[in-house]
Each structure stands twice: as C-alpha cells, then as structure tokens.
C-alpha cells in the first residue's frame, strides 16, 4: 500500500512539473510576441516622426524623401496592417503613394520595377506608374530560359532580378508565366553551400537566400519535400549565431545584422518555421529610443530601410506582404480532372494549400485513386504537424527497410501509436487503406479519446469502437464503407475533418 501511494504521489508530481514547464514555454511565447508588439509599434512612432511634407521618407530624418526608401516604408506599414493612404500618413495633403507617383522617378533596374510594383500592390493601388502597366512590363522582361531580367541593362545572370521579379508578380494574385522554367533556372543558381547569391557564380548569402525560399514557394516547390529549400534553410542555419541573429554568411563577416536577418527569418516563415524567442530578442537589441533599428550592434546606416527590414520581419510576413501564402497556392493549382463542384474540393484544395497533397505531373489530382497505407501514414503526419519521435529506434518490418521513401513517416506513426502494421514483420506499405484503418487512425489522434472509450464501443468487429467514435465526431467521408479501399479524394475529407476538429 505504501508503494503503491508512493508511486501515485511521483506519477502527480511529475504531472505538475510538465504542466509548470508548458507553462512557462507558454508565457515565454506570449512575452516574446507582445515585445515584438511593443516593438512594431515604436517602429511605426519612428516612421511616422520622420515623414516629410511632400508625403515620402528619407534614408533618415531630415533628408530629402526617397522613392525606393519610401517604397520599403509602405511595404513595411502594409504588413502591420496600416492604412497609408488615409489620414494619419498623409502630410499637406500627400501620402506616400502620392510622393511616389508624383515624382515619377524613371525606373530603369528589373529591381527598381518590381520593388515599385511590389509598393503599390502592398497598399492595394493600381499598378500603373508613369503611365505604364509595371506588371506588363515585368513580364516583357522574361527570357527564353525562364529567367526575368533586361539583357540591355547588363542583367545577365542576376538572380535577384529574377526573384523579385517572380516576387512582385505574384503581389498582383496574376499566375507567374512560364513557371516551370522560371522554377528550374532559379533552383539551378543554388550554389553548392545550399544558399543563394544575387549574380550566378558570386558568394551565397543570407539575403538573397532567405528570398530564394520565398520564390521557389511562390513557384510551386512544397517546402516540406523540396530539397532545394531543405538545403537553402540548412545553409541560414548554418550562418545563424549565438546572439540569435543570422550574418551574411560572407566568410569575412561573421557579425550579425538586422537585414539578413530580416530576409533570413522572413525565409523560414515562408517555409512554416516560427521565429525562436532568441530570433526576436536578438532583432529587438538593436531597436533604439527612437524606434529605430541599427543594421549593426552600435552601427546605425540607412536607419528608415532597416526598420522597414525589421518590421517586416517582426510581422512574420514573407513578402510580397499583401498576399497569404496557403491562399495563393490553392487560387495557382489547377488539377484538370478536378473542379470546384467537386464533392471534396474545398477539403483537398485546403490540404493541397498546406502542402499535404500534390498532384501528378500530368497536372492530374486522379482523386479517385487508391491511398496506400505509407501514403495514408504521411497524409496524417504532414497535416497535423507530427514530430518525428528523437530516437534513434528503428522499426522493424522486412518490407519497410530505411531506405523506403516513407520510412520517417511510418516510423513516426508507429512510435506515436496511431498505426500498426498488418502483421508482426509487415506493415504493407504498398497496401490500400481501408475505411476501417483510416477510422482507427483517425480516432487514436483524437486527444481527447482514451483507448478506454474505444473498448466501451466494442461492437462485432475489430474496429466497430473506432468507426463508432469517427463517427460521433464527424471525420467520416460521405458513404463511409469499412470494408473498401479508401480513394484520395476520401482521405483529404477526413484528414481535413480530424485537422478542423483539433484545432478548434
């Protein structure tokens, strides 16, 4: 009795110490969230004592207003989700759009096209500018190969004319021509080391690889399976520091800095990754009484641009800022045997959004098509966000060796319970989900039901409990049979359900 009472009295012990640690994490995420908060706000204080009579911003206070600078300004106020053409932004009766139009600076540069298209969507104007359509004009700038940049100018082979260019196209929600081979000349560039430089055959850097990220996304890479993104995230890691910062990721500087780090961070949030509690104290470090942002630890230069930089980043907004990311790549992919009359449209487009499912490269979504077991594994741990278990176990089925494409996926299931094989050395990856398996696995993600609700529910077969419960809650497709193959189209619908249900 008494061991038993003492066993009782660790389990409740270490019960309020995990809770206590969730806690704190928890309280350690709202901090940091409400100091960047506090942060964005002072920022925008800073831009807003700055601003010039004549409605645009200078590099810094007390110089002549600049059209790129108070380009990267509208940008940053559009991602805080300022209104710049009303009131509070406007000086004499000028904003900043109408400083920019007003001067009607000669655009030259690919870059100088696309940062200006890139404004004026930010603050949802049209994109005519010195009487020229600034996306028809982008577009005309395509070569051959795909690449976008103006021959006559000396562009060859940069990169960031290319990026942008993709980058400003997509701020107007058109489809980015020639997109494949747009694609492929982009994920040809990566240099060796996995990041990115702005000429072919120059240096990686953090920069333009936190924008590289942003741009293979925009062009249809899914940044869970791509491993050009995969690689181009590897190589930010590598060149972020202790202080939390991110350099250029030149061998000759090793300092941090506030702009890579913006683009740096912008890039993993475009690849669904969350700024660390130590990415976000780092970029607060070196925001000023004023609100601005230093580019160094004590180093101020172009103080206006690198806030923009900062609050940008603060915001966790990817460019192009006035775009949702999920919403753009359900409105871009097309299947040609699926329409939006679809039974299950709204469900696999919303999964196809999230980077759970693709189609063929016959541009088919085939939603009838059977779902194998390893297929159906990675559906669930993809659309949930299941971590893969830190062990190094390995799982031992004979036709599930470490080589198969879905070893991780299958490996992660079986340590997180949701799945069994079919046997005690086979987990027929290459098998067809049934009804019934999909309704098991369904139910053990379910967080609130216990094996013991399951048992409650035991009905003649194996898995009467499981569809009883899947049932209650609403995650069964349309004419669920627990004896059939599941078909892909079935599968996004409950997927989606269970994915709707926990997170309300």
């Not at 939006?340 to 449209?345: D, G």
């Amino acid at each position: 009795m008494i061991k038993k009472t003492k066993s009782v009295i660790i389990k409740i012990l270490l019960f309020i110490l995990i809770i206590s640690n969730l806690n704190i994490v928890q309280a350690q995420d709202i901090a940091s969230v409400q100091k960047a908060d506090k942060s964005i706000n002072q920022a925008i204080e800073y831009l807003h004592s700055i601003q010039n009579d004549d409605g645009g911003f200078p590099i810094e206070k007390g110089k002549p207003s600049s059209t790129a600078i108070t380009s990267w300004v509208i940008m940053s106020l559009a991602s805080a989700e300022e209104n710049i053409t009303n009131e509070t932004w406007t000086k004499n009766n000028k904003n900043p759009i109408d400083f920019i139009k007003e001067k009607g600076e000669k655009l030259e540069s690919t870059t100088d096209y696309a940062r200006t298209l890139l404004a004026l969507t930010a603050a949802d104007q049209p994109y005519i500018y010195n009487r020229e359509n600034l996306l028809n004009k982008i577009i005309s700038f395509q070569q051959p190969n795909g690449a976008f940049f103006q021959p006559s100018q000396g562009e060859e082979g940069m990169i960031n004319a290319h990026m942008w260019s993709i980058l400003a196209i997509a701020s107007t929600d058109k489809e980015i021509p020639n997109k494949q081979k747009a694609k492929q000349w982009l994920i040809s560039k990566q240099n060796d080391d996995g990041g990115y430089a702005w000429l072919e055959e120059a240096d990686s850097d953090c920069d333009d690889t936190g924008v590289a990220i942003q741009t293979l996304i925009l062009l249809g890479e899914n940044p869970k399976t791509s491993t050009t993104i995969k690689k181009a995230i590897a190589y930010l890691n590598s060149h972020q520091q202790q202080d939390g910062g991110f350099s250029t990721g030149s061998w000759m500087d090793k300092d941090t800095n506030i702009a890579s780090s913006s683009w740096a961070i912008q890039g993993l949030v475009a690849s669904g990754e969350t700024p660390t509690e130590n990415n976000i104290t780092y970029m607060l470090s070196l925001q000023q009484k004023d609100g601005s942002f230093n580019w160094k630890k004590n180093i101020s230069s172009i103080p206006t641009q690198m806030t923009s930089y900062a609050i940008i980043a603060l915001n966790q907004k990817p460019f192009p800022v006035n775009i949702q990311y999920k919403q753009y790549i359900m409105h871009h992919t097309t299947f040609t045997d699926l329409n939006s009359n679809h039974w299950a449209y709204e469900e696999i487009m919303n999964l196809v959004g999230d980077y759970v499912l693709t189609g063929y490269t016959d541009k088919k979504f085939r939603p009838e098509k059977p779902v194998t077991r390893a297929e159906f594994t990675k559906y669930i741990a993809c659309a949930l966000e299941i971590e893969e278990p830190n062990t190094n176990d390995t799982i031992k089925f004979n036709d599930v060796p470490k080589t198969h494409w879905a070893y991780q996926y299958i490996k992660t299931g079986i340590k997180k319970g949701y799945i069994n094989g079919r046997a005690e050395q086979k987990f027929d990856p290459n098998g067809n989900i049934t009804g019934a398996e999909l309704a098991a696995i369904l139910v053990r993600n379910l967080p609130t039901v216990k094996q013991a609700d399951i048992e409650n529910k035991k009905g003649a077969h194996w898995y009467s409990g499981y569809v009883e419960i899947a049932k209650q809650n609403e995650l069964l497709y349309p004419n669920f049979n627990p004896t059939a193959i599941a078909t892909r189209a079935q599968c996004a619908y409950s997927v989606m359900q269970l994915k709707k249900k926990i997170e309300r």
